[in-house]
């Protein structure tokens, strides 16, 4: 079935929804005709993507979501239900980075980025498959890193919390396969986005003379996007907890 059906009178959940990958994936789920909410920080944005959405014919709404909040999260799953009546897919793929040696990481970059990545996805994925059992059948998708598998100089902090990300999506993927529920990861490479305003132009082009993508390009949003989207669709019907390396190459080498 093409993706132009296959979300037809589905709810998909996107968290980084208002830039980005996750505004490439809320994009491609609703012209694949799901209904879509977006969750974000970023307000202004966030209302900004859900108006594309609305306006090229299509439903979103937009949640404003600190995702590493218990209540926050709870909330933005119960304000779904209660708009959509239920929850296909989710893909939660918020995130921040910070380029940082490890003897110069503060406790608070610790906590900054381990809560917002590894927490905020334990606390989306425990409300969204308590959501997903009542159904039974759900797809999630989280967002990990190639920095989640392989050893990326100055990202300690962000490699543990992605590396969790991988571990948890595998151990919730065995624990709801019988369930209906398919649980599986992207990790991307580098990719053209906001996030790559968090280093300086030093710091970037340092770390990608030492970290070429042999497709010889960045990837884009909507490269991620459609993979997330695709591993929520039926075409990826035999797949649960499988972290999909998205890199033109680059942990290939
Ligand atoms: N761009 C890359 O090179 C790259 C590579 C590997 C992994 N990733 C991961 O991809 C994901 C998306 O990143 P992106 O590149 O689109 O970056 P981005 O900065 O464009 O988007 C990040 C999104 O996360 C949201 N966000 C941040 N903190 C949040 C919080 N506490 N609660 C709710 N939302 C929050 C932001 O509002 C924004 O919508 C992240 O998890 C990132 O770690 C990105």
Request: include cysteine; proline fraction near 2%; hydrophobic fraction near 40%.
């Amino acid at each position: 079935m093409p993706f132009s059906q296959e979300f037809d009178g589905k709810v998909a959940l996107v968290t980084g929804g208002s830039s980005g990958i996750g505004r490439a994936a809320a994009l491609a789920f609703a012209q694949a005709g799901a209904k879509v909410v977006i969750a974000s920080r970023g307000v202004e944005e966030g209302e900004q993507a859900a108006h594309e959405i609305c306006a090229r014919g299509s439903d979103a709404i937009f949640v404003k979501t600190d995702v590493s909040q218990a209540n926050e999260v709870e909330a933005l799953v119960n304000k779904t239900v209660d708009i959509y009546g239920r929850l296909d897919c989710a893909f939660n793929n918020a995130g921040v980075t910070k380029m940082c040696s490890l003897i110069d990481s503060g406790e608070e970059d610790w906590d900054y980025i381990v809560n917002i990545n590894l927490k905020g996805v334990w606390l989306l994925m425990k409300y969204e498959i308590a959501q997903m059992l009542k159904q039974g059948s759900g797809a999630i998708v989280n967002t990990s890193s190639v920095a989640g598998t392989i050893g990326v100089v100055n990202f300690s902090v962000y490699s543990a919390s992605k590396s969790g990300v991988i571990g948890m999506t595998k151990a919730a993927a065995v624990e709801y396969a019988k369930l209906g529920i398919r649980i599986n990861a992207v990790s991307p490479g580098i990719i053209q986005s906001p996030i790559l305003e968090t280093f300086s132009t030093k710091q970037l082009n340092q770390f990608l003379e030492e970290h070429p993508h042999p497709i010889g390009r960045f990837g884009t949003p909507e490269e991620v996007g459609e993979a997330a989207m695709w591993l929520c669709s039926e075409g990826a019907s035999f797949m649960t907890g499988h972290n999909l390396i998205i890199d033109g190459g680059y942990t290939a080498q």
